[in-house]
């Protein structure tokens, strides 16, 4: 079956600009997090949805950063005034359900602001 | 805070050798323990995934390993060939949490 797909695949944006990220997430698993890696480094958490409601957003590193998941299943991740640092490669993952299970990756967006 | 060490941060053996591939985490109140693979710009692929429960879990040529009182997990890949090179990542699920907190990875080069 289909995997988790994220698109765009690469971005590259400009300073200030606003950006939207998208996950399409294995169908049926109820669970999807956001995840950043930088260069170098292993995924950092960011954001966790069960079903439609975001239940811990406590890895978005400020205000600049939102995401929605409005019908369960795809997610967009919004990043307002983009900055350099944000440059970074953003996973989505899916799961099953929630705490204990395996989660699966999509392959990621590029994400390159200049 | 949970912190995951990776040693060594980059590995290379000649084909048919076995390997071990380490992981450290400092919190061992974990729910579970997860082995990922991902190739040069990929996303990662689950490879073992061991409850805390559990002591080792093994996949084909691939087994992990998992003591929580010392807080190690050891990968241990048989008879390793050179698509087995990737970089290996492990990663800790807190207890009663769902965020994985990763290493920064062993990058593995299998020389045919």
């Known amino acids: 079956g289909a995997g988790v797909s994220q698109t765009p695949s690469n971005k590259v944006t400009e300073k200030g600009k606003y950006v939207e990220l998208r996950c399409d997430p294995i169908s049926g698993h109820t669970a999807l997090y956001w995840y950043r890696q930088s260069l170098g480094q292993g995924p950092e958490f960011l954001i966790y949805?069960?079903?439609?409601?975001?239940?811990?957003d406590s890895g978005l590193p400020n205000d600049r950063f939102f995401a929605v998941r409005p019908e369960g299943s795809v997610s967009t991740l919004k990043i307002q005034r983009t900055e350099r640092g944000d440059s970074a490669v953003y996973l989505c993952a899916s799961s099953l359900g929630g705490t204990g299970e395996t989660q699966y990756f999509g392959p990621g967006t590029r994400l390159l602001v200049l | 805070k949970q912190e995951v060490t990776q040693i060594p941060a980059a590995l290379s053996v000649p084909e048919g050798e076995n390997l071990v591939l380490n992981c450290s985490f400092t919190?061992?109140?974990?729910?579970?323990l997860q082995w990922f693979r991902q190739d040069p710009g990929k996303g990662l692929t689950s490879l073992l995934l061991i409850q805390s429960s559990q002591r080792e879990q093994t996949s084909g040529r691939l087994n992990a390993s998992l003591d929580k009182s010392s807080g190690r997990s050891t990968l241990y890949i048989a008879a390793s060939q050179p698509g087995d090179s990737a970089t290996y990542l492990c990663a800790a699920s807190g207890a009663g949490s769902y965020q994985l907190t990763f290493g920064k990875g062993t990058k593995l080069s299998v020389i045919p």
């Open positions: 919190d061992s109140a974990i729910y579970n």
């Open positions: 949805f069960q079903g439609t409601g975001a239940a811990d």
